[in-house]
């Protein structure tokens, strides 16, 4: 007998819900795969730096001027800055200011500063004058210290400023520094200085400074045995960062570690200072996601 038009067979919607539930729990499982692929394998994360030695805000006209320099950051659209000639209540020269707190209030940005002097103040009870590196960062910064760099001749005390910062999950620890500029020697024991400081982590590095020295010169083919040049990397052209009224030298760097990948680099016109900044935008390796020095 054949069953009438339009009477639901029993066995016809067993199947169906059966194939229903059969699809719904493939998909979750695909979804569930996806995730753990996401997990197993993070994405790398961009980060744009830029290293820029701002003259404690005095441009190639003489002129003292913050506000321009701000500019000057806020316009790259660099997420971390790593400034060095940074004045904190040091004088006259630059009214006295804490540069480095005015420039993250500026930009809304978290500071950390590193004093390589560090003198008494001109009046008692003042803040002390201060003068050394800074990092400004849109990223937290989890801890930071300044290493003091040898001087064997007596010269300025130069420094190293280490910065700690998650990049979206991603560790990764960032160097501001400014070598002496008057002795290849003093240069070559701070940049060995550099390497040391740099064993002590195992995050991704990004170093960052006016090194005062050409990429020829031995202190740079030094450091360029364990870092990676940005420039030569991704840059176009000499590269030079100063002087910002004629540029001449390239003496201003972007390095890295090996595990990070440089996509963009350029050196910006202008002439806030007398040095020309440096903005690279590099890659950091997703699967060191969650780790820890």
Do not use: K
């Not at 849109?138 to 280490?162: A, F, K, M």
């Not at 960052?208 to 050409?214: I, R, S, V």
């Not at 090996?258 to 903005?279: G, Y």
Request: avoid cysteine; glycine fraction near 6%.
């Amino acid at each position: 007998m054949t069953p009438a038009t339009g009477v639901a067979r029993p066995w016809a919607r067993t199947a169906r819900t059966a194939v229903a539930a059969a699809v719904v729990i493939v998909v979750v499982v695909a979804a569930m795969a996806t995730a753990a692929s996401a997990e197993v394998h993070p994405r790398d994360r961009e980060l744009t730096v830029m290293t820029f030695n701002i003259h404690h805000g005095v441009g190639a006209d003489g002129q003292l001027d913050l506000g321009r320099i701000a500019d000057v950051i806020r316009s790259s659209g660099a997420d971390v800055v790593a400034l060095q000639e940074v004045d904190r209540h040091f004088g006259e020269r630059s009214a006295f200011a804490d540069q480095a707190a005015e420039l993250g209030r500026a930009l809304h940005m978290h500071v950390a500063y590193g004093a390589n002097l560090d003198l008494e103040p001109l009046v008692p009870g003042q803040p002390r004058r201060q003068y050394g590196n800074a990092v400004l960062s849109r990223h937290r910064i989890r801890s930071s210290r300044n290493i003091l760099l040898p001087r064997p001749d007596g010269e300025e005390q130069r420094g190293l400023l280490e910065v700690d910062l998650r990049v979206r999950g991603v560790p990764v620890r960032v160097y501001a520094t400014h070598l002496q500029h008057n002795s290849a020697e003093s240069r070559r024991l701070q940049a060995e200085a550099i390497l040391q400081a740099l064993t002590s982590s195992d995050s991704s590095t990004v170093l960052l400074g006016d090194l005062n020295a050409q990429p020829e010169d031995p202190e740079i083919v030094l450091l360029l045995q364990e870092l990676v040049d940005a420039w030569m990397q991704a840059g176009l052209g000499p590269g030079y960062t100063y002087s910002a009224t004629d540029p001449h030298a390239r003496i201003d760097y972007v390095l890295h570690s090996d595990d990070v990948v440089s996509r963009v680099a350029a050196v910006l016109a202008t002439d806030v200072s007398d040095h020309l900044p440096v903005v690279v935008t590099v890659v950091l390796p997703g699967h060191r996601m969650g780790r820890d020095r």
